[in-house]
């Protein structure tokens, strides 16, 4: 599976779209990309993947560059729940019965 | 609703004791289940894969021995710690694939102290 790069840790002020960036340079064409977040002392927490196209649900948006060597999550409206650290993950299957690789994350603090 | 449950939540034990942790799909049925280990500060590591009706498969530097994993059934599969010390205090999660879908649900958790 590729490597990804993620800042160690963000701000974001309570309410506004916190917008966490992951580079993925190596990305094979058959890679997808998985966002997930720890809330602390928590399993993680599946959020949204997609191939090449922007993906949106309930969640968060997903926005990956035409080259797809790097995405940026969403997160439209923050709050104070939204704090966690958030793994980027590449993966080549979409199946859910690949093992999932985390790296090290973004921790992501929401500032009331 | 939870889709996978762990258990115990949190467990204490003395060095050298064993200890068994749950992992159960509560709403599909796994014939894989993942468990990773997470150290304080660090990100999750994948352990070993569960498989139901044959061996699990470690990774690297993974003792099998000592963590002995046991796939009972289709929805539920068991981590033994054997013989714990210290250095495996930890934080034990499991992850269940969610059947036709394109991802896995992980359960809460359990926090592991050896004395």
């Known amino acids: 599976d590729a490597k990804t790069t993620q800042p160690p840790s963000m701000d974001c002020a309570e309410g506004r779209a916190a917008n966490l960036p992951c580079n993925h340079s190596?990305?094979?064409?058959?890679?997808?990309v998985y966002w997930y977040r720890q809330i602390h002392s928590q399993g993680p927490q599946y959020i949204i993947h997609?191939?090449?196209n922007n993906e949106t649900n309930e969640m968060a948006s997903l926005i990956i560059t035409e080259d797809r060597k790097s995405s940026t999550l969403i997160l439209p409206h923050a709050t104070l729940r939204d704090t966690a650290v958030y793994y980027c993950?590449?993966?080549?299957?979409?199946?859910?019965?690949?093992?999932?690789?985390f790296g090290t994350g973004t921790k992501l603090q929401v500032i009331p | 609703g939870a889709v996978v449950s762990q258990h115990p939540s949190r467990v204490i034990c003395k060095s050298g004791t064993s200890v068994k942790i749950e992992c159960r799909s509560l709403?599909?049925?796994?014939?894989?289940m993942f468990w990773y280990r997470q150290f304080p500060k660090q990100s999750l590591m994948l352990m070993a894969t569960?498989?139901?009706?044959?061996?699990?498969?470690?990774e690297q530097g993974v003792e099998k021995d000592k963590f002995l994993i046991n796939h009972a059934s289709l929805t539920l599969s068991t981590l033994t710690v054997t013989s714990a010390h210290p250095e495996d205090s930890s934080f034990y999660i499991c992850?269940?694939?969610?059947?036709?879908?394109?991802?896995?649900?992980f359960g809460p958790g359990t926090r592991l102290l050896v004395l």
């Open positions: 709403d599909f049925q796994a014939t894989t």
């Open positions: 569960s498989n139901e009706g044959s061996k699990a498969t470690y």
């Open positions: 190596t990305i094979s064409g058959n890679e997808y």
């Open positions: 992850s269940v694939p969610a059947g036709g879908k394109e991802t896995q649900y």
């Open positions: 997609g191939l090449k």
């Open positions: 993950i590449v993966r080549f299957s979409s199946g859910g019965y690949q093992k999932v690789t």
